[in-house]
């Protein structure tokens, strides 16, 4: 009798343990719908062509054939899988572009990662290439580690690796260069 019980107990437990594993795997799966939302942007956009606007003027032009946002994520960020192209006008209409075949804009620092064939065309003709190039857009600096080459409208021509400059140019630090430069007398 002791021997018939004690199977009972057990079958019983072995019956719960089981229903147990199966509802947790319908919870597993889930839990995994859940992450897969998470990990999806909050939202697409496609075909971007967004203005900014102050006082009545235009600011900047940003287009885009795709930006995803992931504003729902705990460090939030827009992502342009396939690039930028962006455009600054200053008070006097002039106007400066950046290209860039991807970008990251990451939301709470103000900082954007500008990635493969980088450019910026300034409006004075000034010509900056580069593989990647960080834009501090709160500090209003560019910066970079890699590679880059710098063409000003004088002809002057400039190749370093690594700079660090304010976003007109007038402060350009880098550290290490070769080039051509044309002096004044």
């Known amino acids: 009798m002791i021997f018939r019980n004690t ?17 947790c795997e319908g919870n597993l799966k889930e839990v995994k719908e859940m992450e897969k939302d998470f990990l999806e942007p909050q939202s697409k956009v496609y075909d971007l062509n967004l203005f900014y606007t102050d006082s009545g003027s235009v600011r900047a032009n940003l287009r885009s ?10 460090f939030p960020f827009r992502e342009f899988p396939q690039g930028i192209e962006l455009d600054f006008f200053e ?5 400066n572009t950046v290209y860039s075949d991807y970008a990251i804009q990451y939301l709470e ?6 990635r493969k064939n980088v ?15 960080y834009w501090d ?12 080459s710098l063409q000003l409208p004088n002809g002057a021509r400039n190749e370093g690796e690594g700079f660090d400059s304010d ?3 007038n402060t350009f630090n880098s550290r290490s260069n070769t080039g051509i430069q044309y002096i004044q007398d």
Do not use: H
């Open 109 to 114: 620092t103000g900082l954007i990662d500008l």
């Open 65 to 74: 054939p795709e930006m995803l946002d992931y504003s729902n994520r705990k």
């Open 91 to 95: 008070q006097d209409s002039s106007k």
């Open 137 to 148: 857009q709160q500090q209003e600096w560019l910066f970079t580690d890699y590679s880059y």
């Open 167 to 169: 976003q007109k140019f």
């Open 119 to 133: 450019k910026i065309v300034t409006s004075d003709s000034t010509i900056l290439r580069g593989p990647q190039l």
């Open 7 to 23: 199977f009972i107990y057990k079958s019983i437990a072995v019956c719960l343990f089981t229903a147990m594993l199966f509802s």
